[in-house]
């Protein structure tokens, strides 16, 4: 968890602290986000092939390769001088980073008995669930007191710490460690290309404008070749570097699918929430990220009782109670307005926290069940990069919906806003008299009056944007609902015969039958060794 912990940290921990970034190593800030695509990029390549290096170099060993890279590269990162060292150190990052997640899941499930997967996946969720939304409160804060060099600092000792309990008391099963050698080295072009160019496309592209853009264009096509020939060549090759095979589990292709819709809301509204507080309501980097923090209090609250219901009822029930509670909570904060208050968004964001561990936990759990413990890395793999994905598209999906309908909503209202407008004249002509009370002259006041204005109206515009995006977020989580009943779950029953009627079974079997004599103690005994 503590590995997992890291590396999800991140993802988010530098977001806040681009502007500082790019202004201390001289660049702009359309640069300076090259900080946060470069890692996101090497991180989703990684992601997907870390089952299969497992698998040939050995879990281990290759765990303790990914946090001393991870660690190394991380004190990188804050010794970089220059925007482009830090983007090479970045990539790096996310190259050792990537395995973490999915190794770790492997670990924990694998170690574990399956009737208590609950368990391990709330140790687990902890990491998941509480890092991106410390994220950005964490990293505010460290880069408006100290610098944005110890965001990378922070690593050091968690690594070391993480490096020193894994090298103790992480072991490989038997089944890893068996590669043959053979590496498919098309499939991991074509998957750098397919998955690389998507999400540079996911990250750049509200910027760029989307196919209004040659170089979004560029990387659409990639993307597309990309992944339709990695498609194609891992069905049909003996060696895949990535086994699409497990996905004709319906359990795990349903589970991969809802992970990807639950990321989309999750990674979204961790992008929104913090954007409508600074915007909107003018805080400051460092209160829009404690703003978020309610969130991490009701899933810490609540993910060790999520583990622990997990083995004790049928999860699809808490998936349930997870979705109405998360639409819940969407449509409460589509009803905000430009008068919220700091407690308005309180107990929306502790109701949030505890909705995703009621989807997160009872989730992975039933995704991974009937999964092989052989296939387990690669299982693994696949659907910690289909979260991600799904964040990544959520994010582009949403703040493109933010952007185009606050132009929209702008319209609506500059129509209303006219010379013909009583309630607009009486408001121009207030405004007026307060600048020109405050010293201004009659033009300077009637300049500033209309750009006050101007500036009413586009809050409004984006206000009634964010609503529409809270609300139909609400209803991302309503469409998890229809396909929970393709998650399957058998109920786990103790077949075992207790240790005081082993040898008896143990004699049974070895004794020669009697069928003529006493056939109804016969019966009996047999029953007997049934119920037990």
Known sequence: MLATFLEVLDTTVVNVSIPHIAGNLASTNEEGTWVVTSYLVSNAIVLPISGWLANHMGRKRLLLTCVAGFTITSLCCGLATSLWQLILFRVLQGLTGGGLQPLAQAILLETFPKERHGHAMAAFGIGILLAPILGPTLGGWITDNYSWRWIFYLNLPVGILSLFLMNRYVFDPHYVNRGDGKVDLWGIG??????????????????????????????????????????????????????????????????????SLLGFVLYASLVLLPLYLQTLMGYPAYKSGLALSPRGIGAL?????????????????????????????????????????????????????????????????????????????????????????????????????????????????????????????????????????????????????????????????????????????????????????????????????????????????????????????????????VLH
Request: aromatic residues 8%.
């Open 190 to 259: 074509l998957l750098a290309v397919g998955i690389g160019s998507l999400q540079v496309l996911l990250d750049t592209g509200q910027r760029k404008d989307w196919f209004s853009s040659d170089y979004i264009r560029i990387f659409a096509g990639l993307c597309i070749f990309g992944l339709i020939a990695l498609i194609i060549r891992e069905l049909t090759t003996d060696h895949p570097v990535v086994d699409l095979g497990v996905l004709k589990n319906r359990s795990f292709s349903s589970g991969v699918f809802l992970i």
């Open 301 to 529: 609250l609540f993910t060790p009782l999520a583990g622990h219901l997990t083995t004790k009822t049928d999860p699809r029930r808490l998936l349930i109670v997870g979705t109405v509670l998360g639409s819940i909570t969407m449509f409460q904060l589509s009803g905000l307005n430009l008068y919220a208050g700091f407690w308005d968004i309180f107990l929306a964001q502790i109701l949030q926290g505890v909705a995703l561990s009621f989807l997160f936990i009872p989730l992975m759990a039933l995704a991974m069940a009937r999964i092989q413990p052989e296939k387990m890395g690669n299982a693994t793999s696949i659907f910690n990069l289909m979260r991600n994905i799904g964040g990544s598209v959520g994010i582009a999906i949403m703040t493109t919906f933010l952007s185009r309908r606050t132009q929209m909503h702008q319209n609506h209202l500059v129509a209303n806003v006219t010379a013909g407008d009583m309630q607009t004249l009486r408001l121009l002509r207030g405004m007026q008299a307060n600048f020109y009370a405050h010293g201004a002259d009659a033009v300077t006041a009637t300049k500033k009056s209309l750009g006050a204005m101007y500036g009413l109206v586009q809050q409004h515009a984006a206000m009634l944007a964010f609503v529409e995006a809270f609300w139909l977020m609400g209803v991302v989580f309503l469409l998890m609902i229809p396909f929970l009943p393709l998650l399957q779950y058998t109920k786990r029953k103790q077949t075992e015969p207790p240790p005081d009627s082993k040898p008896q079974a143990l004699l049974q079997q070895t004794a020669p039958a009697h069928v003529d004599e006493e056939p109804e103690e016969q019966e009996v005994e047999e029953e007997h060794l």
